[in-house]
C-alpha cells in the first residue's frame, strides 16, 4: 500500500462572465493526473508557470476543491475530509509555502506560529508545549531564543526553516513542499535543502516537492513527474527524465537546463537547436488534434509517457 | 581584430544614505567591457549587483545617494553627463533590463505604445514601421501572441510575459551595451534558454557589450566570457568564465560552487550541499576593513588574510583580492589540501 494515491485528479476553476456572472467556462488547472507516493519518498513535480503543479499540491492538503478523482492516504478515502481543518488526515499532511515573506503571520512571535498546529491537535500544557517547539527549533538548527521573536527578524532561509518547524510539529508523514527554495539565494538554499534531507531521514517522512528547477529537483527528488497543461506529460525515476527523456516536451525541458561547463557550451547549442527542431516538427506527435496531453502508456516497470 | 573598450569602470563607490550616514553598498569597483563581450556579474542577494547596475545609468535617487569614481562609457564620462545629455545614451546606446519589470514598465501605457515610445525617441521610423519592428521585437522575445501582447496592459501579463516585454523594450534600439540585471530569474528553463539566445543572437548582429548580472552560476558558465565574483560591495575574483570554471580561487567563489545542487549531487541520500556559514551583513553591519568574507570562515586563520586586500594576478586576467585564498580549505577538508603560489 502506498503511502499516498492519487486517481485521476481534477481541479477546475470556473471561469464567470456575462452580466449575471454565470459560468461560461472552466480552467482545467489540474486535468486527470494520478500517482503514488511511498513512505519516506521524494516525488518531484516539475512544469513551467502555470501548469497546474500548486493547484494539485493544494487539492491534496484540501485547500482547493476538487472536481474530480479520489486521494487515498495511507489506503483510507480522504477525500470526504477535505477542507477541513482539524481531521486526522490533516494530522499526516502538512505544507511549506513558497513565498518566505508572506507565509508567515507577522504578528506572530515564532512560538506561536510554530505551535499553532500542535495547539490544533494536542492538548499540551504550556511547558510541555515549550519543550516541544524548542525541539522543533533545535532540529531546524534555531535556538531556543528564537522563540520569543518576530518573523521580520530572520533571514529568508531562517524563515523558511521556522516554516519546516511548524510543518514538522506533528511528525506528519507527507509534506508538500511548494518552490521551498525559489526564493532563496545559493548558500541559503543549500542549508535548507540540507535540513529537508537530514529531517526526511529522521522522521521517514515523504516528500512532494513542487519546482521548477531541475537541477534542485534532480538533488532532492528520486522520481520526477514533468506536468504540462494540467497533465502528467512523462513519470520516472530521476535516471529516466534525465537521462533518457522520450516525451518532447521532456527533452525540450532537459535540454534547456544550462550547463555548468562553458567548454560544452557549442555543444549544448548543437543539442537544444537539434531538439528546438524535432520539437516543432514533430509536437502534433505528442499532443492530440485539440492539443491536449495524451495519456500515460507504460514504457518500462518505472517509466511512463504520455503517447497516443 | 582587437575588441573596443565599451565601458571603463574606476573605483566605483555608490553610498546611500540611511541615518544621515553614507554606507558603501558598492566599494571600489573597477572593471572593462568590451565590444562583444558578455561580462558576467555574479553574488548573492545584497552584494550590490544592481547598485553597480543602477550606478552605470545614474538612476540613483541624487538625494540619497553618493556615487564617486569614473564611468567611461565611450571615452565619455557618464557621472559628468547632465540629464539630457543622458537621456540621449540611455535606451538608444545603453539598454537596461531592470530586475523588477513592474517598476520599469509605465501600469498605464500598452506594451506596443511603450515599445514604440522608445523608437520614436531614438530613431525616425515611420509609424507603420514602428508597429512591425514592435511586433518583430515581442516574437523575437517568445511571445506567443504579439498583436494581442501588442494591446494589453502590463498588469495582463503573467510575470514572464511582463520580463519578456521589458527586454524588448530594452533591445528596441539595438543599443550597444546592454546592462541586463537578472534578466532570466523569474523564467522557466525553456524561456531562459530562448531569451539567453536572443541575447547572443543580438550581441552577434550589432557587437554589443552585455553586462549580464546573476546569481545562478548556470546562466554564468553558459554566456559569459568574463566573469566578476561580487561579495559585500566589492569585487572578490575575477577571470575568463573557463579559467573562473576549471580554477575558481577566492574562498567565496568555492564556497558558491559547492553550495550548488547539480548532477552530480544527490544521488545518494546521504548527500550534503555545501552551506555557507553565517550571512552576508547589512550596510550597516559591513565591516569593511581587511578581509570581508573572513568572518565566515572563521576556521581559516586570521594571520592568512590581508591587513588590507589587494588584487593578485594569478594568471593572466585572473585576479583575486586577498592572499587568504593561497591556505584556503573548507571546513570539513583537513588542513592545508593544496597551498596555491
Ligand atoms: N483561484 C484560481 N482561480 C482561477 N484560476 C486559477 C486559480 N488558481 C490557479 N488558476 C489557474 O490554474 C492554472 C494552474 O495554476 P497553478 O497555480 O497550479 O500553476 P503552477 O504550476 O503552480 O504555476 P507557477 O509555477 O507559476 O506557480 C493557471 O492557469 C492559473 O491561472
Ligand atoms: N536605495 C537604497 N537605500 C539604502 N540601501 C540600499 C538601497 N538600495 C540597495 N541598498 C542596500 O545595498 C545593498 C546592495 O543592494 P543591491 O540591490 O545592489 O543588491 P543585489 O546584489 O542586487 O541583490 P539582489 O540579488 O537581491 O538583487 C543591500 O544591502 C541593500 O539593502
Ligand atoms: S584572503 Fe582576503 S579575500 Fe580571501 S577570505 Fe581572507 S580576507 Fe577575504
Ligand atoms: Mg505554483
Ligand atoms: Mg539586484
Known sequence: ?308 | MIEKELLKINNLVTSFRINGKYYPAVDGVSLRVKENEVFAIVGESGCGKSALALSIMNLHNPAFTKIEGKIFFKGQDLLKLNLTELNKIRGRDIGMIFQDPLTALNPLMKIGAQIEESLTFHTNLSGKEKQRRAMELLEGVGIENPSLTYDQFPHELSGGMRQRAMISIALACKPSLVIADEPTTALDVTIQAQILDLLKKLQKEIKSGIILITHDLGVVAEMADRVAVMYAGQIVETADVHELFSNPLHPYTRSLMASMPSKASGDTQEDRLHVIQGMVPSLLLQKRDGCRFSPRIPWIASYYHEENPVYHEVRPGHHVLCTCFRHFHFKEERRKSRVIT
Open chain 1, 1 to 308: 500500500m502506498s503511502l499516498l494515491e492519487i486517481k485521476d485528479l481534477k481541479v477546475y476553476y470556473p471561469i464567470r462572465g456575462g452580466i449575471l456572472g454565470r459560468t461560461i467556462g472552466y480552467v482545467k488547472a489540474v486535468d486527470g493526473i494520478s500517482f503514488t507516493i511511498e513512505e519516506g519518498e521524494t516525488l518531484g513535480l516539475v512544469g513551467e508557470s502555470g501548469s497546474g503543479k500548486s493547484t494539485t499540491g493544494k487539492a491534496i492538503i484540501g485547500l482547493e476543491r476538487i472536481t474530480q478523482g479520489r486521494i487515498l492516504f495511507a489506503g483510507e478515502n480522504i477525500t470526504k475530509y477535505v477542507g477541513k481543518n482539524h481531521s486526522p488526515y490533516r494530522r499526516g499532511v502538512q505544507m511549506i509555502f513558497q513565498d518566505v515573506y508572506s507565509s508567515l503571520n507577522p504578528k506572530k512571535r515564532v512560538l506561536d506560529i510554530v505551535a499553532e498546529p500542535l495547539r490544533n491537535f494536542e492538548t499540551l500544557t504550556k511547558a510541555e508545549e515549550r519543550k516541544r517547539v524548542d525541539e522543533l527549533l533545535d532540529i531546524v538548527g534555531l535556538s531556543p531564543e528564537t522563540a520569543i521573536k518576530y518573523p521580520h527578524e530572520f533571514s529568508g532561509g531562517q524563515r523558511q526553516r521556522i516554516g519546516i518547524a511548524r510543518a514538522i510539529a506533528l511528525r506528519p508523514r507527507l509534506i508538500i513542499a511548494d518552490e521551498p527554495v525559489s526564493a532563496l539565494d545559493l548558500s541559503v538554499q543549500a542549508q535548507v535543502l540540507n535540513y529537508m534531507k537530514d529531517i526526511q531521514q529522521h522522521f521517514k517522512l515523504a516528500y512532494l516537492f513542487i519546482s521548477h528547477d531541475l537541477g534542485v529537483v534532480q538533488h532532492m527528488c528520486s522520481n520526477i513527474a514533468i506536468m504540462h497543461r494540467g497533465r502528467f506529460v512523462e513519470q520516472g525515476n530521476k535516471e529516466d527524465i534525465f537521462n533518457n527523456p522520450v516525451h518532447i516536451y521532456t527533452k525540450r525541458l532537459i535540454a534547456a537546463i544550462p550547463d555548468m561547463d562553458p567548454s560544452k557550451r557549442e555543444e549544448t547549442q548543437v543539442f537544444r537547436d537539434q531538439v528546438s527542431l524535432e520539437y516543432d516538427r514533430n509536437f502534433h506527435k505528442y499532443y492530440t488534434a485539440k492539443n491536449q496531453v495524451y495519456d500515460l502508456k507504460k514504457l518500462s516497470d518505472n517509466h511512463y509517457v504520455a503517447l497516443p
